[in-house]
Every structure is written in structure tokens, then in C-alpha cells.
């Protein structure tokens, strides 16, 4: 009797180890499936080329230009935030969702590459230009999706007058999803008499 008790027992426990054994497995085998087909960026590798023309003041003469890289969680209160605020506090406007921030200074016909860890917590990366002018042709900032970005390749920018813009990315943006079609709205019923009158009149 004890010797059948003691089989029961220790097929009891192989099956638990089993299922514990599998249950690791199929965690490792999803955790590879990700790491083959989505890996995880961790660099921030920017590539930022100014033309000979960047920043002109009042004379149009060019002058050297502050960039500033944001790694941030989702990026909507920096798409909410003017050009003002973000020049005066962009840390009291970023809030919580601001997790690193790096600056730097271009000159004209001079280029900066950028190899920044990344915050494993990030969403997007910002790109400002903080320019002499911030009139109606200034584009003065850029939001980048992590997906967008490459372990190994940088994503390339370039600024020009008062304009920061993309030159080429490891990857391509999200398409935004495409637009339902609204089906027509059917015509309100008519009432009984209308109705008839109606049918009537096509005869």
C-alpha cells in the first residue's frame, strides 16, 4: 500500500514539473518569436546634417542653431505644446511623460551623429530645432515613433533655413488606418398617407 502511494506521489510531481516545464518553454518560445520578428530597439541613432543656409537672421545671414532630442512615453503633450512653451519650459510642460533630453549645437554645413541609449519606457522620440524664427514656412519639430527606428541604421535629418526635416528613416512610418466608408442614410419613412400619395403620383 505504501509502495503504491509512493508511485501516486511521484507521478504527481513529474506531472507538475512537466507542466511547469512547458509552461516555460512556451514562455522562452514567445519571448523569441519577439525577439526575431519585433527586436526591441535600444539606441537612438540619429544622423543630423545642417545645410550651409540654417537659421538666418534679420540680414539673412546663417548662424549656428541649438537641437534639442527628447526621449518621451507617448508623446502627446509635446504635440500639444507650442514652440513658446517648449522654448521656455519644456520640462514643466513635458511633465511625467519626458524620460531623457539631449542637446546639441549645428553650424551651418556641419552634420552630429547622435548613439543614445534608450529608455526602456519610451514611445517616441522629438526632434526640435529651436530657430531665431518661428514664422508661417518654419517647421521646427519632429515626432518619431520607436518603430521607426533601427538598432544599427540611423534615422537621417536635415535642417535647412528655419526647417528640420526627415531625410531618410531605417523604417517607414505607420500608414493611418484608411478612412470607412459612410453608408447613405436611408430616407425617413413617410407617413401612410404621404406614401400613397407618392406611389400614386408615379403611376
Same mark, same amino acid.
Given at each position: ?170 523604417? =517607414?512610418? &505607420? @500608414? *493611418? #488606418?484608411? $478612412?470607412?466608408?459612410?453608408?447613405? !442614410?436611408? =430616407?425617413? &419613412? @413617410? *407617413? #401612410?398617407? $404621404?406614401?400613397?400619395?407618392?406611389? !400614386?403620383?408615379?403611376?
Amino acid at each position: 500500500m505504501r509502495h503504491a502511494l509512493r508511485i501516486m506521489l511521484l507521478l504527481l510531481v513529474l506531472g507538475l514539473a512537466g507542466c511547469g516545464a512547458w509552461q516555460y518553454v512556451k514562455d522562452g518560445s514567445k519571448a523569441l518569436t519577439e525577439a526575431v520578428f519585433y527586436p526591441r530597439i535600444k539606441t537612438v541613432k540619429l544622423d543630423v546634417t545642417a545645410r550651409a543656409a540654417l537659421n538666418p537672421d534679420e540680414q539673412g545671414r546663417s548662424l549656428s542653431v541649438v537641437v534639442r532630442v527628447y526621449q518621451l512615453r507617448d508623446g502627446k503633450a509635446f504635440r500639444a505644446a507650442s514652440y513658446e512653451q517648449i522654448l521656455g519650459d519644456d520640462k514643466k510642460i513635458l511633465g511625467d511623460e519626458l524620460l531623457a533630453r539631449h542637446d546639441f549645437v549645428l553650424t551651418p554645413d556641419s552634420s552630429y551623429s547622435l548613439d543614445q541609449p534608450l529608455d526602456e519606457n519610451a514611445g517616441q522620440i522629438a526632434v526640435v530645432a529651436l530657430f531665431r524664427q518661428n514664422g508661417p514656412q518654419t517647421i521646427w519639430r519632429i515626432g518619431l515613433p520607436i518603430s521607426v527606428l533601427d538598432n544599427d541604421t540611423p534615422a537621417k535629418l536635415e535642417v535647412k533655413d528655419s526647417q528640420i526635416l526627415i531625410s531618410q528613416l531605417p523604417h =517607414p512610418l &505607420p @500608414q *493611418p #488606418a484608411a $478612412a470607412v466608408p459612410q453608408t447613405p !442614410a436611408s =430616407p425617413p &419613412p @413617410q *407617413p #401612410a398617407s $404621404a406614401a400613397a400619395a407618392s406611389k !400614386a403620383k408615379g403611376k
